[in-house]
């Protein structure tokens, strides 16, 4: 990749930021299409955020997605949101626009982890539409998949499942106002056999199965998983999870988390060069640096 005086820069702000795929998968996309631009990681400590946008803002930056701690702080710096950043409280992706006039730079906020979940399961619209789901967890990752469920699938019930039936009763509640079908429940995940037993759709936000723990399992007792049609486990390290693996040998369709990555990250990358990622060409890039 050729950088140049008219390079422009993205980044990813977050603390830490460990071994990020984003850089690979943007930087791929934007070579593969002679972009200027180019994806960096920076990491950013929580009292810092705000200094480092306004400096971002000032040397020819196009925008940044956003990671841990700092999805809440962009969602207060950002001047509009959308739709669905509003929904669930939380930005993953900054577009930095030159603004009206005196105005100044616009900062524009989303969440494209919503989009990225539902593209994915494009394909099981009318298979989940009106079915049962469970989701277990009740962190960010949970409150997004639940408003992309809620507003594009339509359940006929929604499980929230976790350790904490508090944390997962404040995030129903949270969620209540795109209810339309009085759908949401919630559960112990320790006690959650009746909600996952034949389900339609199960979907693991927790980080339980991930790298280097990946013998272990959200779901405990792997013959609750006999009869659930889909298993969709947001963990991409290992792309197959102990979870994925059980509901595989008991005939389930099973989906990693590594395509959810992809295709936030390409509703995102539209947003900062108005081109459509090219998905195949990132997706055999990334696969090729998991082996």
């Known amino acids: 990749m ?70 809440q702080h962009a969602f207060e710096l950002a001047d509009e949101l959308s739709e669905r950043a509003q929904a669930v409280g939380a930005v993953n992706t900054l577009v930095l626009t030159e603004g009206n006039g005196a105005e100044g730079p616009h900062l524009y906020g989303d969440n494209t982890d919503i989009k990225g ?55 129903a509640l949270a969620m209540n106002q795109y209810d339309t079908r009085d759908s949401l429940r919630t559960a112990d995940i320790k006690h959650s056999e009746d909600s996952i037993r034949g389900c339609t759709l199960l979907v693991n936000t927790t980080p339980v199965g991930m790298h280097p723990n990946a013998h272990v399992s959200p779901v405990e007792n792997a013959a609750l998983l006999d009869d659930v049609e889909i298993v969709y486990d947001l963990i991409y390290n290992p792309q197959k999870t102990e979870l994925l693996s059980e509901a595989e040998k008991r005939g389930a369709v099973v989906i990693g988390g590594l395509e959810m990555l992809i295709r936030q990250a390409a509703a995102s990358y539209v947003q900062w060069t108005g081109q459509e990622m090219p998905l195949d060409q990132v997706r055999n890039v990334v696969q090729e640096h998991l082996k």
């Open 117 to 171: 979940f539902s593209d994915t399961l494009i394909e099981y619209h009318t298979q989940i539409q009106g079915g049962d789901v469970v989701v277990v967890g009740s962190g960010g990752s949970a409150r997004a998949i639940v408003y992309a469920l809620l507003t594009d699938y339509q359940p006929r019930h929604l499980t929230i499942a976790a350790r904490s039936v508090k944390k997962a009763e404040r995030l």
């Open 2 to 71: 050729a950088i140049d005086s008219k390079t422009r820069l993205i980044t990813l702000l977050g603390y830490p930021l460990g071994h990020s795929l984003s850089p690979l998968i943007h930087n791929t996309a934007l070579e593969a299409q002679h972009v200027n631009m180019v994806y960096l990681c920076m990491p950013v400590p929580a009292d810092h955020f705000r200094q480092a946008v306004q400096g971002l803002s000032r040397v020819g930056w196009v925008g940044s997605n956003v990671t841990i701690p700092h999805k």
